[in-house]
């Protein structure tokens, strides 16, 4: 009997099935899949993350879509572990903490150059999203969180904005989960004389 996916050899007869995809190609296939699954699923969630960290919408989608980019070669072993979200999340807190320094280069430069008659981005304005933040409620609190150290904003932000558990976070930074904790306690308590002396 003729396989199923080969022309019959005796009549020269296509058979369906004939022009399957080669092995390599469904496996293509199935890390796209894969990719778009986790991208519908968590793109919003590490956005609203990476946003927190970096207090810039557009940066923060720059570096979700880094992190996604560098997860598709690695994501059959990530998935098959279960690792594709942690993946993901810890790519998204090292690409912050990458952007939040390359920022501060790029403050410094631009206050250095201030009043010259070329600065780049002089005439550019916030953000209508970055103003209407401002003016939130929350201004205050966020504000004070971004003040924090850099690893207790992270731990902030994990904690309290992303809901991940102390091991959870643990795993994103690459720290001890009591190191977790003394990071939580010092910003929590940071937070309570800043916010308590501007009420």
Not at 27 to 42: E, F, I, K, P, Q
Request: proline share 4%.
């Amino acid at each position: 009997m003729a396989d199923p996916g080969m022309a019959d050899p005796g009549s020269g007869a296509f058979v369906p099935g004939a022009l399957r995809r080669p092995p390599e190609a469904a496996g293509r296939r199935a890390s796209d899949d894969a990719l778009s699954d986790l991208y519908a699923a968590h793109w919003v969630g590490l956005v609203r993350l990476a946003a927190l960290l970096l207090r810039d919408r557009s940066r923060a989608e720059e570096v979700v879509q880094d992190a996604f980019i560098a997860a598709y070669p690695r994501l059959a072993r990530l998935r098959e572990e279960g690792t594709a979200l942690a993946y993901l999340r810890r790519s998204v807190v090292n690409g912050c903490r990458s952007g939040f320094r390359r920022h501060g280069v790029e403050e410094r430069y631009l206050s250095s150059v201030k009043g010259s008659a070329d600065v780049p981005g002089r005439a550019s304005g916030d953000s209508a999203e970055t103003t209407a933040l401002r003016h939130h409620d929350d201004a205050a609190l966020l504000e004070a969180v971004h003040r924090l150290p850099q690893r207790q904003r992270e731990v902030v932000v994990l904690r309290y904005y992303a809901d991940l558990s102390e091991q959870q976070i643990a795993d994103a930074l690459d720290i001890a989960a009591g190191s977790v904790k003394a990071h939580a306690h010092r910003a929590l308590t940071t937070l309570r004389t800043t916010l308590g002396g501007a009420s």
